[in-house]
């Protein structure tokens, strides 16, 4: 079946730090993977996406490689900002609905 | 593009009322509408999957008598949460596909639904 797991937080950095949320996936098939983020009281915003093997996504600074040897879709960003603060999730396309996975709160500190 | 708006974005009803949210795709048509709930601090669970002029298809264990869905036109869908526990308050998000030939799902901001 298909499943996503995401690396629990939650995170704290420091304005300027680098980020990674781990995220891996099982699948039949070849899904499509995404990152989504949820800012506090409001609903998820597309951040990046990715539909086959090698590709990456990116937006926004941050960016993320579908890798299937590893099953894996980590989230990166080289120098994170106050604004970034958020909920991150990852979530891949199977069949006609999407799983996600359980987020990862982020939290930047000046 | 891909703009998706709910209504009401707030809502605070007594037990045994019934409440509607709409879901609107603002800027594209979507065949395919999906209802989330989310309890605090967890992921998004999916209740139902809506597609335009046929009836909604239910996940398991979501009562289709309770959360009535409907998808009337390619813009609009809308979920009633009828006879309203307080059990039912929580985050109820849908999202939009837009397109048969996409995966990717818009989503709209949420709605909060409080039962006293």
């Known amino acids: 079946g298909n499943s996503v797991t995401q690396m629990e937080g939650p995170v704290t950095l420091s304005e300027e730090a680098f980020l990674t949320i781990n995220c891996t996936y099982t699948?039949?098939?070849?899904?499509?993977l995404f990152w989504y983020v949820q800012y506090p009281g409001e609903g998820l915003q597309l951040l990046l996406k990715?539909?086959?093997?090698?590709d990456k996504g990116s937006n926004k600074g941050f960016e993320a490689t579908y890798r299937k040897e590893t099953t894996s879709f980590h989230l990166e960003k080289g120098s994170v900002q106050v604004s970034d603060s958020a909920v991150y999730f990852c979530?891949?396309?199977?069949?006609?609905?999407?799983?996600f996975g359980t987020g990862t709160s982020l939290t930047v500190i000046p | 593009g891909a703009v998706v708006s709910q209504h009401p974005s707030r809502v605070i009803c007594k037990s045994g009322t019934s409440v509607k949210i709409e879901c609107r795709s603002l800027?594209?048509?979507?065949?395919?509408m999906f209802w989330y709930r989310q309890f605090p601090k967890q992921s998004l669970m999916l209740m139902a999957t809506?597609?335009?002029?046929?009836?909604?298809?239910?996940e398991q264990g979501v009562e289709k008598d309770k959360f009535l869905i409907n998808h009337a036109s390619l813009t609009l869908s809308t979920l009633t949460v009828t006879s309203a526990h307080p059990e039912d308050s929580s985050f109820y998000i849908c999202?939009?596909?837009?397109?048969?030939?996409?995966?990717?799902?818009?989503f709209g901001p949420g709605t909060r639904l409080t039962v006293l």
């Open positions: 999202s939009a596909r837009r397109g048969e030939l996409t995966d990717t799902q818009y």
């Open positions: 699948a039949t098939g070849y899904p499509s």
């Open positions: 990715a539909t086959k093997a090698d």
């Open positions: 979530a891949l396309s199977g069949g006609n609905q999407f799983y």
């Open positions: 800027d594209f048509q979507a065949t395919t």
């Open positions: 809506s597609n335009e002029g046929s009836k909604a298809t239910y």
